[in-house]
């Protein structure tokens, strides 16, 4: 059974730049979700797809939009890079639209870095 | 808004000794779930605690919803080094997202 895995690792962008993150969800999953975390602080939540559908969003701005495929990656697109933006960003899987009660597998994350 | 308030922020103890971290809101939670990161990963599930007043152990760590399921805290009995980390509560709601508390940051030291 492999876990979630998110590409890249790290990355550098400039200010205004576009961006695109990817996850690939543990096997079984159908609901990937992805947060944000800013340096020494928890996790914020951007949003939740659940079979290709947005099922919830948190508190940020259009420029942060998402995808997922019939095979349940994701996809993470941020427009307009600000360097507010830069943090690691957390990809998690889960089973069922509304699971989050029984708990998130989560990647390793994706070490954005706006310059 | 929902949050989550943890405390200590910082918990810097020697090997063998105890510790309690905290977890507090206002608002009230379907249930809790523990979660430790280490630097580099994405945090992993320890716990998830639904009902209230509900207590789970996982070895020399034990975790405790509160009875109106707003707070929580864990204790950890006879820290080991491979204890260190930081400490995530996180609560579920009837949306489908987890809030986050702000995180408690764990060096145990020999």
Redesign the interface.
């Known amino acids: 059974e492999t876990g979630v895995t998110q590409s890249p690792t790290h990355l550098i962008k400039t200010r205004g730049q576009q961006v695109t993150l990817r996850c690939s969800s543990q096997s079984g999953h159908n609901t990937v979700s992805w947060y944000q975390q800013a340096l020494g602080q928890g996790p914020q939540f951007i949003f939740q797809y659940y079979r290709e559908e947005e099922n919830g969003r948190g508190n940020f701005p259009p420029r942060f939009s998402g995808l997922q495929f019939p095979n349940y990656s994701s996809e993470l697109n941020v427009n307009a890079l600000e360097l507010d933006d830069s943090a690691l960003y957390l990809c998690a899987s889960s089973l069922g639209g509304n699971s989050a009660n029984y708990g998130y597998t989560f990647g390793s994350g994706t070490r954005l870095t706006v310059v | 808004t929902q949050l ?1 308030e ?1 405390s200590p922020q910082f918990l810097s103890i020697q090997e063998g000794e105890n510790l309690t971290v905290y977890c507090n809101s206002s608002s009230v939670f ?2 809790l ?1 523990w ?1 430790r990161q280490e630097p ?6 320890l716990v ?1 605690v ?1 009902t209230g007043g509900e207590v789970k152990k996982l070895k020399r760590l034990t975790f405790q919803f509160g009875d109106a399921r707003k707070d929580s805290s864990l204790h950890i009995t006879a820290a080991q080094p491979g204890d260190t980390g930081l400490y ?1 509560c ?1 609560g ?1 709601g009837t ?9 408690t940051r764990l060096q145990v030291t020999l």
């Open positions: 989550l943890q379907s249930s779930q979660y580099g990963e994405g945090p992993v599930l998830t639904v995530l996180a579920t949306a489908s997202k987890l809030t986050f508390g702000t995180g």
